[in-house]
């Protein structure tokens, strides 16, 4: 549903908006928020998954604009820090739509949820009960609580944002008992309220199988809560990770399918352990946000590098890179790029885009076929870039982060503007 298209002299056209246009006014590089494919992709959720909760996982991106147009669309809100709850509040959203996730949630960021009002909190170690539990008697409050359970699946995507198999931070294992153990202590704490388990397997992942093995497990756990505790869990959370085509154009996952394979999926196995079927919760965060933006660059040198059999290959450099996307360096990420200031019926040339910084890592697109008269002045656009690339910029080599401009009927709204060096510089006490 994005609304990325060429005009007929070649240049791309985002959200009715004529990128030469959109760049005249506010440079590059610039991350270009899609509103329509934001919300559209938001309500394809909240409609597919219509018996679930919907919490949209603000780490993919966050910013108060983004935090109204997701309540308004009726989803839910998953922030992981005191800082994503600082943006959460200032933008008015209800702390009762808020979870708050994190294996190492400080003193300070519980107090000010509960403070809030939030309206569940996902632990995921018995320090963090102790510590929650002294919070919530010193404010006399009961917390509301899930707790996150690693349900020992070997999720199929990168290692790094794998989470849900034994060998790694988050969680209560369920092998080891530590979780029914969570879920018992929980249960026999005034102070704590239990809404029920928490399972997040993963991120990028395609195959629904992971998702389906996690609820089994899950429900086998509440089963024996239920069982052994005689408690009842009234919710479910399966977590995010929802995959997205980064590459092509086709969109491989759809929300209302998978919403009914794991609705299905669910009530059977509590059926069968005669088990009252718990809300269901899920969390998508690139699924809405990763396709409703791309990123546009000024190239600014080109330089043909010979590689073996006689072959080359064009280092195309841009005005931004891994300070501005670091997918591709940290995981291997694949993205692929167009020309967007105009047409060229030059041929193909095996291309790699590359950005300014000092280290030969920091490539956004490693391969892609370019027209071969890609020149510097030219723009460079690169899809998919709305998850886990403006919400991980950096400032590297004292680059400042580009701005999100949102995009909607011809219209542009800048959301977050560029940082400036006097930003940066704002942070050094020795400036003058
Ligand atoms: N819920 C929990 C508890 C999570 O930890 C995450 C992501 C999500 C939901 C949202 O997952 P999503 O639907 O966006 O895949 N920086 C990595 C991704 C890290 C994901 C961290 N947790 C990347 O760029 O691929």
């Given at each position: 549903s994005?609304t990325a298209?060429?005009?007929?002299?070649?240049?791309l056209q985002?959200g009715?908006v004529?990128?030469?246009?959109?760049?005249a006014?506010?440079g590059?590089?610039a991350?270009?928020?899609d509103?329509?494919d934001?919300r559209?992709r938001?309500r394809?959720?909240?409609?597919g998954f219509?018996d679930f909760?919907?919490?949209y996982?603000?780490?993919?991106?966050?910013?108060t604009t983004?935090v109204r147009w997701?309540?308004?669309?009726?989803?839910?809100?998953?922030?992981c820090?005191?800082g994503?709850?600082?943006v959460?509040?200032?933008?008015g959203?209800?702390?009762k739509?808020l979870?708050?996730?994190?294996?190492n949630?400080?003193?300070?960021?519980?107090?000010?949820?509960?403070?809030a009002?939030i309206?569940?909190?996902i632990?995921?170690?018995f320090?963090e009960i102790e510590r929650?539990?002294?919070?919530a008697?010193?404010?006399?409050?009961?917390a509301p609580?899930m707790v996150?359970v690693?349900?020992g699946i070997?999720?199929?995507?990168?290692a790094?944002?794998?989470?849900a198999?034994?060998?790694?931070?988050?969680?209560?294992s369920?092998t080891?008992?530590?979780?029914?153990?969570a879920?018992?202590r929980?249960?026999e704490?005034a102070e704590?309220?239990?809404l029920g388990?928490h399972?997040h397997?993963?991120?990028q992942?395609?195959d629904s199988?992971?998702?389906?093995?996690?609820?089994?497990?899950?429900?086998?756990?509440?089963?024996?809560?239920?069982?052994e505790?005689?408690?009842?869990m009234p919710e479910?959370?399966?977590?995010?990770?929802?995959?997205?085509?980064?590459?092509?154009q086709d969109?491989?996952?759809?929300p209302a399918?998978l919403?009914t394979?794991?609705g299905?999926?669910?009530?059977?196995?509590c059926?069968?352990?005669d088990l009252?079927v718990?809300?269901?919760?899920?969390?998508p965060?690139?699924a809405?946000?990763?396709?409703?933006v791309?990123?546009?660059?000024t190239v600014?040198t080109?330089k043909?590098?010979?590689?073996?059999?006689?072959e080359?290959?064009?280092y195309?450099?841009v005005?931004g890179?891994?300070?501005d996307?670091?997918?591709?360096?940290?995981?291997?990420?694949?993205?692929?790029c167009?020309?967007?200031n105009?047409?060229?019926?030059e041929?193909p040339?095996?291309?790699?885009?590359v950005?300014?910084h000092?280290?030969s890592g920091?490539v956004?697109?490693k391969?892609?076929?370019?027209?071969?008269?890609?020149a510097?002045?030219?723009?460079?656009?690169?899809?998919?870039?709305?998850?886990?690339?403006?919400?991980m910029?950096?400032?590297?080599?004292?680059?400042?982060?580009?701005?999100?401009?949102a995009?909607?009927?011809?219209?542009?709204?800048v959301v977050?503007?560029?940082?400036?060096?006097?930003?940066?510089l704002?942070?050094?006490m020795?400036?003058?």
């Amino acid at each position: 549903s994005s609304t990325a298209t060429k005009n007929t002299d070649g240049a791309l056209q985002v959200g009715g908006v004529d990128v030469r246009e959109l760049v005249a006014e506010h440079g590059t590089p610039a991350y270009l928020l899609d509103e329509a494919d934001f919300r559209a992709r938001a309500r394809a959720f909240r409609e597919g998954f219509k018996d679930f909760a919907v919490y949209y996982g603000g780490k993919a991106f966050l910013c108060t604009t983004v935090v109204r147009w997701v309540m308004e669309e009726g989803l839910n809100l998953d922030i992981c820090s005191g800082g994503e709850l600082a943006v959460a509040l200032r933008a008015g959203a209800d702390p009762k739509r808020l979870g708050f996730h994190g294996n190492n949630k400080s003193e300070a960021e519980l107090a000010r949820a509960l403070d809030a009002g939030i309206g569940r909190i996902i632990v995921d170690s018995f320090h963090e009960i102790e510590r929650l539990t002294r919070l919530a008697a010193e404010r006399g409050v009961v917390a509301p609580v899930m707790v996150r359970v690693t349900a020992g699946i070997e999720a199929h995507t990168h290692a790094y944002i794998a989470t849900a198999h034994q060998d790694q931070k988050f969680g209560f294992s369920i092998t080891t008992g530590d979780a029914f153990d969570a879920v018992a202590r929980i249960n026999e704490t005034a102070e704590l309220e239990l809404l029920g388990l928490h399972s997040h397997i993963g991120s990028q992942i395609f195959d629904s199988s992971g998702f389906e093995m996690a609820a089994r497990r899950l429900i086998a756990l509440h089963a024996r809560v239920s069982d052994e505790l005689g408690v009842d869990m009234p919710e479910l959370d399966l977590g995010g990770g929802f995959g997205i085509a980064y590459t092509t154009q086709d969109d491989p996952s759809d929300p209302a399918q998978l919403a009914t394979e794991l609705g299905k999926i669910v009530e059977h196995e509590c059926k069968a352990l005669d088990l009252a079927v718990p809300k269901l919760s899920i969390e998508p965060g690139r699924a809405i946000v990763g396709p409703a933006v791309c990123t546009v660059y000024t190239v600014g040198t080109t330089k043909e590098v010979a590689l073996d059999f006689g072959e080359s290959r064009t280092y195309v450099s841009v005005d931004g890179g891994m300070s501005d996307n670091i997918r591709t360096a940290l995981y291997d990420a694949d993205y692929s790029c167009t020309l967007a200031n105009r047409y060229s019926d030059e041929g193909p040339r095996l291309s790699r885009v590359v950005g300014k910084h000092c280290e030969s890592g920091d490539v956004v697109v490693k391969d892609e076929f370019l027209p071969a008269d890609v020149a510097p002045g030219d723009l460079v656009a690169v899809p998919g870039t709305g998850a886990y690339c403006r919400s991980m910029a950096s400032n590297y080599n004292h680059v400042p982060r580009p701005p999100v401009i949102a995009v909607k009927d011809g219209r542009t709204r800048v959301v977050v503007r560029r940082e400036t060096e006097d930003d940066m510089l704002s942070l050094d006490m020795g400036a003058e």
